[in-house]
């Protein structure tokens, strides 16, 4: 099968979950409900600007301990998924892997970290070892940069998640969890910039929010480049991509062009005046 349709049948089938899913809420024990598509929903213009509590402590696939603060200061993308997962997980994480390596490869000189943290309290790190290893396989090159993690305690999930509007719940009748597919990009001062969600952005779309998450030290040498990045293009929430500020160009383009105009006219004026002198 091919991986786009592959894709594609995954989506769907998480789609007709969240439809028709009797759930369990994580958060609420066992509490049976009808599940809205609508409670999955991230409320982005609630949670931009959100910030992020950098002491929670969290362990890498060897067991090191090391705090979410320490991922920060610079752009951080935040990634939830849980590793017994046999679908949207694995797909979201090897899509992130490939997009990333399209990154390092147009953007070599892009600073960041990603960061990728279960929220399955079932998770050890023996799950997240089988997880990267054999079902993700995070590149060499990308391994300095994007860490795969679990809580070193699980009661501080529920705190970390809904921090930043992920809710999430356990299908018991399909034995699976119900959550957003969201990439959450984090300033270096740890606070919500932006969300891209599903399997469908491109690397454009992947670099322009890493820019709008290093806007904090957009007074930086060196980053006008990324101003008029992110001028040019602003993120559309309804397609869940970034798309040109066709609006913004055009006022751009037509003050170019008065301006153009008038420095022509005057010049046409000046060598009109050296002529008859």
Known sequence: MKPALYLKQVLL??????????????????????????????????????PLDKDFVLLDEKGNEFTLGEQMGKPLILLFSYYTCDGVCEVLNKYLAKRLTELEETEPDRDY?????????????????????????????????????????????????????VRYF???????????????FVTPKGRVARYLTGAE????????????????????????????AGVCFSYNFEEGKYTLNIPLLAGVASLL?????????????????????
């Open 113 to 165: 970290r990603a960061l990728t943290i279960s929220f399955d309290k079932e998770d050890t790190v023996d799950s997240l070892g089988i997880f990267s290893h054999h079902k993700v396989g995070v590149p060499e090159n990308l391994k300095d940069r994007w860490t795969l993690s679990v809580m070193k305690n699980p009661e501080d999930i529920k705190r970390l998640t809904e921090s930043v509007g």
């Open 201 to 228: 952005f491109t690397v454009k779309d992947l670099n322009l929010a890493l820019v709008d998450a290093d806007w904090e030290n957009i007074s930086q040498a060196g980053r006008m480049i990324d101003i008029l």
């Open 257 to 277: 062009t008065g301006i153009f105009i008038t420095l022509f006219a005057f010049r046409v004026k000046i060598n009109k005046k050296k002529n008859q002198e």
């Open 170 to 184: 356990w299908s018991s009748r399909d034995k699976v969890f119900v959550h957003p597919n969201a990439f959450i």
């Open 13 to 50: 089938f998480t789609a007709c979950l969240l439809i028709s899913a009797q759930a369990n809420a994580v958060n609420d024990g066992n509490v049976e409900s009808t599940l809205d598509p609508n409670v999955v929903r991230i409320d982005e213009a609630k949670f931009l600007g959100a």
